[in-house]
């Protein structure tokens, strides 16, 4: 509890390692989770199963990761982040090991479940790491870089997955385990004990009742349910379109890694291009328009490589919009509980992308059955579009032009405010922060004006 230890400044070494444990950690948990995920749709598909029930596996998977990261959240206000993120790589480890024996579709949904209670755990604060550990000024260089870290990792884990699914399945599961036990290594030891709550009081769910009668943040958090509704289509209608044109694995692998150097090679030169010309809020709207149009088009072709003109399209709307959508997110968090607040950002992903699986796979299914095989690239098209127009809505409401440009260089800070009975250290240093904390002491009953400014910097334990 941050009222019971001493708050000390994270050395400016101390922090740096945070962020390249977090840059690390990134590309092996998405080598590892696009080793298999991707793959799951073609197995068990290529073993008679039908793709209603792949689709499930996936959607259940998502629902589960994200309905739940309200756990990692809560447990990272309280304790701080590194204790649930070792523990969440070490039970997704556990869940992909046991995917490597799922031979009916009880085995696999059990074991895509103990998988995704892993995530649970780890995804919320490490999201609420990131924020912690960088500053404002910062934060659109951290996410696009994390961005490339990512999609390298998306790039290696697909290919270094069809590479293992040569022999079978479950040695890419089990070598997708072994990664994940390294993630968790490499944070137990590497890691510092960043705080990501400014205070844990007695009262569990404070930061989750906070985020939840935040409207703008959960507003925010509405929309980006439809970028997720596209985003993961990556995992199951592409590729069984591809498979379906193309004829051939081989295919899909092709595309896949097509799709993973496009946002390699194009993510931070392009984002770096419009940095200081576009906002970020209307490069993550653009982003998402973009993705809207590639789906879309796929309504109109064929054969493969106008498809692969149509994913290269997709691909550019997504590294367009997600390092951008990640910088609007932390800024709308309340930092007096970021775990909290990014668990229920998650449920974009929980939702959006459940929906986005389950349809997407159902849809497939069904357009290949009656022969309409325009139906589920026309619905991804429209779902694109009304998210952007929302985005515009709630940036002319919510999102004021000027706040991705307004001058931020005042370093964070920890301000001791008595909120009663007792001294709280709550991070401050965005105008927008301090607003904030100025409303949530005002609204406390007997409160009494803060004193001096503490030491600058993240929030550890002693």
């Known amino acids: 509890m941050v009222d019971d230890v001493q708050s000390l400044r994270l050395g400016e070494q101390a922090r740096k390692r945070g962020i390249l444990v977090i840059y690390a950690n ?4 998405y080598s590892g989770f696009f080793m298999v995920i991707p793959l799951i749709s073609i197995h068990y598909q290529s073993l008679g199963w039908s793709t209603a029930t792949v689709g499930a596996v996936l959607a259940v998977r998502q629902l589960v990761q994200q309905g739940l990261s309200l756990i990692g959240g809560i447990v990272a206000d309280q304790v701080g982040a590194r204790p649930p993120i070792v523990a969440g790589l070490f039970v997704r480890a556990a869940g992909f090991a046991w995917m490597a024996f799922a031979d009916s579709p009880p085995t696999l949904f059990a074991s895509a479940i103990l998988a995704a209670l892993g995530g649970s755990l780890f995804e919320a604060p490490k999201s609420a790491a990131g924020a912690a550990l960088t500053s404002p000024p910062e934060r659109p260089a951290f996410y696009r870089t994390l961005g490339i870290v990512g999609n390298t990792g998306m790039a290696v884990g697909p290919a270094l997955g069809a590479l293992l699914l040569r022999f079978e399945f479950g040695v890419v599961a089990l070598a997708a385990a072994a990664i994940f036990v390294v993630a968790a290594v490499l944070a137990a030891t590497l890691l510092p004990p960043v705080r990501v709550a400014s205070a844990a009081s ?3 769910f404070a930061g989750t009742l906070m985020a939840l009668r935040d409207r703008r943040f959960v507003t925010f958090t509405l929309l980006v349910m439809g970028y997720w509704f596209l985003a993961v289509q990556y995992y199951i209608t592409l590729p069984l379109m591809v498979k379906a044109v193309g004829g051939s694995d081989g295919a899909v692998g092709l595309v896949l890694t ?11 030169p392009l984002l770096r291009l419009l940095e200081g010309r576009v906002s970020i809020f209307s490069t993550m709207v653009a982003g998402m328009a973009i993705m809207a149009v590639g789906l879309g088009a796929v309504a109109f072709v064929g054969a493969l490589w106008p498809l692969v003109a149509c994913t290269v399209v997709y691909a550019v709307g997504n590294l367009l919009a997600q390092p951008p959508l990640q910088t609007v997110t932390a800024r709308l968090v309340n930092p007096i509980a970021l775990g909290s607040y990014f668990a229920i950002g998650a449920y974009a992903l929980a939702i959006g992308g459940g929906l986005g699986n389950i349809s997407g796979g159902a849809l ?4 290949t059955a009656s022969d309409r095989l325009a139906l589920p690239w026309l619905t991804f098209g429209a779902v694109g579009v ?3 127009v929302g985005f515009v809505w709630f940036g002319r409401r919510w999102y004021p032009a000027d ?10 800070t920890v301000a001791h405010v008595s909120l009663g009975p007792g ?17 949530f002491v005002r609204n406390q009953p007997g409160h009494t004006k803060g004193g001096a400014v503490g030491r ?3 929030i550890v334990d002693d």
């Open 26 to 29: 990134t590309f092996l948990m």
């Open 202 to 204: 007695g009262a569990l």
């Open 258 to 268: 097509i799709y993973s150097v496009v946002t390699i090679v194009l993510q931070y």
């Open 364 to 367: 497939f299914e069904l357009a």
């Open 386 to 388: 009304i998210t952007a």
């Open 403 to 412: 706040v991705d440009s307004l001058p931020e260089t005042v370093p964070a």
């Open 423 to 439: 001294t709280v250290n709550i991070p401050s240093g965005e105008a927008a922060v301090a607003r904030t904390v100025s409303d």
């Open 456 to 458: 600058a910097g993240p």
